[in-house]
């Protein structure tokens, strides 16, 4: 567990109704204070769901900051990758919490990435129909994205996260300074989901993005800066649309290609990580738009840009073994969370900071547009 400490956290607040706000704190050398802020929540128990490869980074620490705090602790360690968030590995964790004896008014501290976050999440949710958790997410796209916001679930071989509940965590613990231990590839995999904000509805971040990416990946303040940018951004859309009746969808640019691709590969992280199949999806849903004539071809040509500066993948022939034929694609959309009455729902953009909810779209456009993107050069 890093020694660099930030003297104050930044603080963002989620003012949740009924008394279900919570804050997200992020700093450098928060994971040492676990135990403090457990024992504020009036927790006398808690549970650490991680993965074998966060564990041998932060496990013990962590525990041991819960049981110096005076918490009955225990530990469940699943396996690495997407191929966790599963039934298997939901049934894994729900009957390690059972037999910790994790009540209510305990805590499940979810230390990892995205996939420990929604799995630990949504056994939280479902466990004695809702016991309480602290998210400890120690990835840059965990910290900017998964653990805010309280959607929780696994995968299915339908799709990417069709089995879930909303459940909001008590706390967010965004420790920055462990982003110093991710790869490369995951760092940069992170990055899709902060470019997403500025080119959701905040052109002037993104041109920031442009300006300070650097900065994110080398761990200079811009990287807690970048983190509390995009924590803000979704705090205030879930505060608006807590349930994802309406503006939350934003949420998802790129998403409805990027799943696609993920059930395609069958969620193999060697082939593609949640993050390049985002940056995928959004040099897609801008290219998309573009033939649409809802966007400039230069502002298209601007977002893939960005993402291959910084090492992403930007087009459907970059995913090692193939991303699927078009009608594959389309297939494996059907099942995305968005489809209303059959009909596909993408978020498309009319330029970058302007993205928009667009319903109904013509599945024979999705197909043309996919052939065309899949001969490309």
């Not at 008394?19 to 024992?39: M, S």
């Not at 006398?44 to 819960?66: C, M």
């Not at 761990?219 to 807590?242: L, N, Q, S, W, Y």
């Not at 970059?318 to 968005?338: N, R």
């Amino acid at each position: 567990m890093s020694e660099t400490k930030t003297a104050h956290p930044l603080t963002v607040h989620v003012p949740l109704n009924g008394g279900r706000g919570y804050d997200i704190l992020i700093g450098r050398g928060l994971l040492g204070q676990t135990g403090a802020r457990a024992a504020a929540l009036g927790a006398r128990a808690a549970a650490i769901v991680t993965d074998e490869n966060v564990a041998a980074l932060y496990a013990d620490g962590a525990r041991a900051s819960l049981e110096a705090a005076g918490l009955r602790t225990c530990l469940v360690v699943v396996p690495p990758g997407e191929a966790s968030k599963s039934y298997a590995g939901y049934a894994q964790v729900c009957d390690g919490l059972l037999a910790a004896r994790i009540e209510r008014g305990d805590l499940v501290v979810a230390l990892g990435g995205g996939v420990i976050g929604d799995l630990a999440g949504f056994a939280a949710a479902t466990l004695r129909r809702g016991v309480r958790f602290v998210q400890a997410p120690t990835t840059l796209l965990a910290q900017v994205d998964s653990s805010v916001g309280g959607k929780t679930g696994i995968n299915s071989g339908h799709g990417k996260n069709l089995i879930g509940a909303f459940h909001q965590p008590r706390l967010v613990l965004a420790d920055t300074a462990s982003l110093d231990t991710l790869s490369e590839r995951e760092m940069r995999a992170g990055y899709a989901e902060v470019a997403k904000y500025g080119l959701i509805n905040d052109a002037a971040f993104f041109a920031w993005c442009e300006a300070n990416w650097a900065g994110i990946f080398s761990g200079g303040p811009e990287r807690d800066e970048a983190v509390a940018i995009c924590c803000r951004a979704k705090a205030g859309v879930v505060v608006r649309d807590e349930f994802e009746h309406g503006e939350r969808a934003l949420l998802n640019l790129g998403h409805t290609f990027a799943h696609a691709l993920e059930r395609l590969t069958n969620y193999d992280s060697a082939r593609l990580v949640h993050g390049e199949a985002v940056a995928i999806g959004l040099a897609l849903a801008f290219r998309f738009s573009a033939r649409l004539g809802l966007c400039p071809g230069q502002e298209a040509g601007r977002v893939a840009n960005h993402l291959a500066l910084v090492g992403l993948p930007t087009r459907l022939q970059a995913v090692p073994g193939g991303s699927g034929d078009a009608d594959a694609l389309v297939e494996a959309m059907g099942q995305d969370k968005k489809v209303r009455d059959g009909a596909l729902t993408f978020i498309l953009a009319r330029g970058i900071g302007a993205s928009f909810i667009a319903p109904g779209i013509d599945r024979a456009e999705v197909l043309a547009f996919l052939k065309a993107e899949l001969g490309a050069g």
